[in-house]
């Protein structure tokens, strides 16, 4: 009786899981390569979009809810895939190519103005209005702290106010500058702007 039982609740999930595997399949460029969001933004979403729309209707008509909750479980993992691309290809691209991303920088000379040695980790962008991610190497761990706050900041050996820092490992962080902002240029003009807006305590 139990195994039966368990074998009708796997046959209840199979549905979902094909759905979410699918959903990982699609997107899975995405998650590899950085520079496909318009493809997907233009091409891929909308074709998947008239196809579940599709496949909703067969549900509706067939009165099968079953194949419109998968259709639910695909669509919500597509969503989260394609908002949240940075946070799962980070650890993929970490952990496929991390040595040789570690060689890239630790190769570069040092930094005469004090900035910490980088490459380009990740980024994205429409129309010219790029946002951008940076692999940095930090001997002292002197960002730690920032990783673990997740907040803005200012911070010693990057020349920009970033919104946010993430630790990959020992002596290793992702850096991310705000949207047209990079390691060679800030705006300056946008950092006293979002100063004004966000004072810091004792302002």
Same mark, same amino acid.
């Given at each position: 009786?139990? !195994?039966?039982?368990? +074998? ?10 094909? =759905? ?14 950085? @520079?496909? &969001? ?25 009165? @099968? /809810? ?8 695909? %669509? ?6 394609? $908002?949240?691309?940075? +946070?799962?290809?980070? /650890?993929?691209?970490?952990?496929? %190519?991390?040595?040789?991303?570690? #060689?890239? $920088?630790?190769? *570069? ?7 910490? #040695?980088?490459? +380009?980790? !990740?980024? %994205? ?20 702290? =920032?990783? #673990?706050?997740? *907040?803005?900041? #200012?911070? @010693? ?7 946010? $820092?993430?630790?990959? *490992? ?9 949207? &047209? +902002? @990079? %390691? ?6 946008? !950092?006293?702007?979002?100063? *004004? ?7």
């Amino acid at each position: 009786m139990t !195994d039966k039982t368990a +074998e009708t609740r796997w046959l209840d999930l199979r549905p979902h899981l094909y =759905a979410l595997l699918a959903a990982i399949v699609v997107f899975l460029p995405l998650l590899i390569v950085s @520079n496909l &969001d318009v493809l997907y933004l233009f091409i891929v979403a909308p074709i998947l979009l008239i196809i579940g729309l599709c496949v909703l209707i067969y549900a509706a008509v067939r009165r @099968n /809810p079953r194949v419109a909750l998968a259709l639910a479980v695909f %669509w919500t993992a597509s969503a989260l895939l394609f $908002v949240y691309p940075s +946070e799962v290809r980070s /650890p993929i691209k970490w952990l496929l %190519w991390s040595s040789e991303y570690k #060689k890239r $920088v630790l190769a *570069q000379p040092n930094p005469s103005n004090s900035d910490f #040695k980088h490459i +380009e980790w !990740d980024g %994205w962008g429409l129309a010219g209005i790029d946002t951008t991610i940076y692999l940095v190497f930090d001997p002292t761990d002197s960002l730690a702290a =920032a990783a #673990k706050s997740h *907040q803005p900041g #200012k911070f @010693n050996g990057i020349p920009c106010k970033v919104p946010w $820092v993430r630790r990959m *490992q020992s002596h290793w962080y992702t850096v991310m500058f705000y949207t &047209d +902002e @990079n %390691w060679g240029g800030c705006s300056f003009e946008a !950092d006293r702007l979002r100063s *004004q807006k966000n004072p810091s305590p004792g302002q």
